[in-house]
């Protein structure tokens, strides 16, 4: 069976220090894989998603960046954190013939 | 673009009181729609799906029908019980991106 891992669980970091979370999917392949964050009291806001290694689509300018170095790979990233990206951070992926996507079990990101 | 709105939260029942939680949403073409749950500090969970207009997706209880008539996909659930407390977002997936799109979230609280 498929499975999502997405760590760290729980994250405080400074103000300007860098940043790296990832996520791996075990028991697929080819996946599409997507970084999504929610913000304290709102919704979910699409960051990147990937469709293959190496292919990065970004859909919101910020100070985040992602890479996918491996096919079950998915990185998120920053070189210097700001306040305003402190939030939950989820991991998803899809299947190119499947509708459904299945999330990892998100990282909580408070900046300070 | 597409877009999904649902309404505000939160919702506060009594247990075995009837649940409705609203959701219409915008899109070109023909997306599939979904309903996730995400309890306390946990990630997102499937909860139910339809995959093409008049489709009832169903689960523990919980249904909704997608109606293209009225672009809605309401959540509804006969009986709540306490252990349904939980955030819920209505969502739809564009064909191209196969990324989704989310609603804001309601959040419900269901007292014994």
């Known amino acids: 069976s498929q499975t999502i891992h997405q760590w760290p669980a729980t994250l405080v970091q400074p103000v300007g220090s860098p940043l790296s979370l990832e996520c791996t999917v075990e028991?697929?392949?080819?996946?599409?894989l997507y970084w999504y964050r929610q913000a304290a009291g709102r919704g979910l806001q699409l960051l990147f998603y990937?469709?293959?290694?190496?292919?990065i689509s970004s859909e919101v300018p910020q100070n985040l960046s992602a890479s996918r170095p491996q096919d079950r790979q998915f990185i998120l990233s920053s070189k210097k954190l700001l306040l305003s990206d402190s939030g939950f951070y989820l991991c998803?992926?899809?299947?190119?013939?499947?509708?459904?996507?299945?999330f990892g079990q998100g990282t909580r990101l408070t900046v300070v | 673009g597409n877009s999904v709105t649902q309404m505000e939260g939160p919702v506060t029942l009594s247990e075995e009181a009837f649940l409705t939680i609203n959701c219409t949403y915008t899109?070109?073409?023909?997306?599939?729609l979904f309903w996730y749950v995400q309890y306390p500090g946990e990630g997102l969970q499937l909860l139910l799906k339809?995959?093409?207009?008049?489709d009832k997706g169903s689960n523990k209880g919980f249904e909704a029908t997608y109606r293209k008539e009225t672009t809605s996909f309401h959540l509804e659930k006969g009986s709540v019980q306490v252990s349904d407390s939980a955030v819920y977002f209505c969502?739809?997936?564009?064909?191209?991106?196969?990324?989704?799109?989310f609603g804001s979230g309601t959040r419900l609280q269901v007292q014994p």
């Open positions: 339809a995959t093409k207009a008049d």
């Open positions: 028991g697929t392949s080819n996946p599409n």
């Open positions: 899109a070109t073409g023909y997306p599939s």
């Open positions: 990937s469709v293959g290694i190496g292919q």
């Open positions: 969502a739809l997936m564009d064909t191209g991106r196969r990324a989704l799109t």
């Open positions: 998803a992926w899809t299947l190119e013939r499947k509708t459904e996507a299945f």
